[in-house]
Structures are given as structure tokens and as C-alpha cells.
């Protein structure tokens, strides 16, 4: 079973620059979730998808990130404009929802701002 | 809201010794799930145990073992016969079920090195 695939890797940008993460779920997970982890820190989620619809985005920048998933299979995670403290790593996971709550883990998207 | 309180930011352990990781949480809820994820500097988020609040048997995972103490609202992580390959953040999370999708909260982490 394939898992919970995201890109790029890695992302080096300027500060006031955009960016964007891709990332594909495991298939038939209908929950998908984005964390950011900045350096020393723990996992802060981010927003979080039940299909399409959105279950939670109240720790989400709005001004500047945004997320969607339209099919209600893969995201796309967008940051514009990009701050020095946006740095930090970006992971996408998914899980079932109505017969397993194991959350599975992409291996994460590096984003520096410079 | 939930949080979830890792109070020991670095531990070190010998080879082959013990070593425990503390957490606790805060909830009101009743059902929820607890769990230690292991963290290498690949920063890959991979499983090591889980605990049903509802189950009053403690999670084993091989050398992986829980201390679950739901009345104290307590998750602690022993893993014995610590191996080079245990070094690592160890993250204490925990999940409940929200709007019909399970939500999950990190702590901030213990950095674990085991000493050869």
C-alpha cells in the first residue's frame, strides 16, 4: 500500500515570495491533514479535511496560507506571502475515518524562507 | 482544548538500559486515544504505541511499553533494552473524534539519545 505522498522536499524562497505543497493521501482516506513543524517544536495542525469539506482551520494564517481539496482526494497547501517564520516543515497525513484513527504520515515538505 | 504536556525536553539513556518519557494531558473528554510517535531527524512521523482510554490494560509494543493512568490523565512511554537506533524525538499525542473526524494534538517533544 502506497502512503502519504507529498512534494517538493524540500523548498528554499525569499521572504514576500509564494510557495506551494502538494500532497496525496492514502487512498480511500477521507480525513487529510496538514501540520507545520517549526524547529524544536512539536506538530501545530494547521487544517484539517473530512473529504472536501473543511472540519478545522481555526490555527490557519488565513491571511496569508490557504488550502484546498477539491476532489476530496489530494491538497494543495499555499503560502503568499512567505515570512522568515514560515520556515519550517510541512507534513500532510490522512487516516480513515469510520473504521481505523491511525493518522499515517507523509515525509514532509522542508521550507526555508530567506 | 486539548493539551498535552511534555515536561522532559532532553533524556539521555545507556545502551541496553531503561529509560522512561513522561507526558500528561488535559481533556474533559471521556473517549480518546493516546499515542507516542518517534520522530529521527528524517522528521518521518512513525508510530510506535497506542492506548484506547477506554482499555485499562497497558499498550505493548515489544520493547515499547505504556504507563496509562487515566485518573491522573497520564501516558508515559518505558522503553527497555534501549538500542542506538531508539535516538530520536518522541512525541506524546492526543486524539478525539471531532465533527466526525479524528482530530490529533502534539506535545512538544522529548529528544531522546541513547548512549552506546
Known amino acids: 500500500e502506497a502512503g502519504v505522498a507529498q512534494s517538493p522536499r524540500y523548498k528554499i524562497i525569499e521572504k514576500r515570495q509564494s510557495v506551494a505543497f502538494w500532497c496525496n493521501p492514502i487512498?480511500?482516506?477521507?480525513?487529510l491533514y496538514w501540520y507545520q513543524q517549526i524547529l524544536g517544536q512539536g506538530p501545530k495542525l494547521l487544517i484539517q479535511f473530512q473529504n472536501n469539506g473543511v472540519v478545522d482551520d481555526s490555527q490557519l494564517p488565513k491571511d496569508r496560507f490557504s488550502a484546498e481539496r477539491l476532489k476530496g482526494v489530494d491538497s494543495t497547501l499555499k503560502i503568499q506571502p512567505a515570512k522568515l517564520e514560515d520556515s519550517a516543515v510541512y507534513l500532510c497525513?490522512?487516516?480513515?475515518?469510520?473504521?481505523?484513527?491511525?493518522?499515517?504520515f507523509g515525509e514532509g515538505s522542508w521550507l526555508t524562507v530567506v | 482544548a486539548q493539551t498535552v504536556t511534555q515536561s522532559q525536553p532532553e533524556m539521555s539513556v545507556q545502551e541496553a538500559e531503561t529509560v522512561t518519557l513522561s507526558c500528561t494531558y488535559d481533556t474533559s473528554e471521556n473517549n480518546y486515544y493516546l499515542f507516542w510517535y518517534k520522530q529521527p531527524p528524517s522528521r518521518q512521523m512513525i508510530l510506535v504505541i497506542r492506548?484506547?482510554?477506554?482499555?485499562?490494560q497497558n499498550a505493548t509494543e515489544n520493547r515499547f511499553s505504556v504507563n496509562f493512568q487515566k485518573a491522573a490523565k497520564s501516558f508515559s512511554l518505558k522503553i527497555s533494552d534501549s538500542q542506538l537506533g531508539d535516538t530520536a524525538m518522541y512525541f506524546c499525542?492526543?486524539?478525539?473524534?471531532?465533527?466526525?473526524?479524528?482530530?490529533?494534538?502534539f506535545g512538544k517533544g522529548t529528544k531522546l539519545s541513547v548512549i552506546p
Open positions: 497525513a490522512s487516516s480513515l475515518t469510520v473504521s481505523g484513527n491511525t493518522i499515517y
Open positions: 487512498s480511500g482516506h477521507a480525513t
Open positions: 492506548q484506547e482510554a477506554y482499555k485499562q
Open positions: 499525542a492526543f486524539m478525539k473524534l471531532k465533527d466526525g473526524s479524528y482530530q490529533l494534538t
